[in-house]
C-alpha cells in the first residue's frame, strides 16, 4: 500500500480518528432512524456529513476537510444525493493497512 505515511497522518488525529471509529457501527453512534443510515447509500449504509458534524462538534468545514483527507487515502467512500454527502468506510482499504501492518510493520 503507497502512502503509509499519508495514512498514519490522517490517522494521527484524534477527531478524524473517532470519525472513522463511530463510522464502523454507525448505528451505535448516531440518534438517527436505521433507514437513514443504511439506506441512503445506495443500500450500502453511509451517514450524512450533516450528522458527522453535528456528533463532532466542530465547524462543518474543519468535518469536510477531515473527510476529505480520509477519503484521499483510501479510508472512506462517500456519495452524493442532491445536496447532502454519505460517508462509509472503505472496508477492503482498511483491512489492506491491517494486513501490511501485521506483516510488514
Known amino acids: ?42 443500500e450500502k449504509g453511509g451517514v450524512c456529513v450533516g450528522d458527522i458534524q453535528e456528533k463532532a462538534g466542530v465547524s462543518p468545514s474543519t468535518v469536510s476537510h477531515y473527510l476529505k483527507m480520509m477519503q484521499q487515502v483510501g479510508l472512506l467512500e462517500s456519495e452524493r444525493h442532491g445536496q447532502w454527502t454519505y460517508y462509509r468506510r472503505n472496508e477492503k482499504r482498511i483491512e489492506e493497512l491491517s494486513s501490511i501492518i501485521k506483516k510488514d510493520l
Open 1 to 42: 500500500m503507497e502512502n503509509l505515511v499519508e495514512i498514519f497522518k490522517v490517522l494521527g488525529n484524534e477527531n478524524r480518528l473517532e470519525m472513522l471509529q463511530w463510522l464502523k457501527n454507525p448505528l451505535d453512534h448516531f440518534d438517527k432512524p436505521v433507514d437513514d443510515l443504511t439506506k441512503n447509500f445506495s
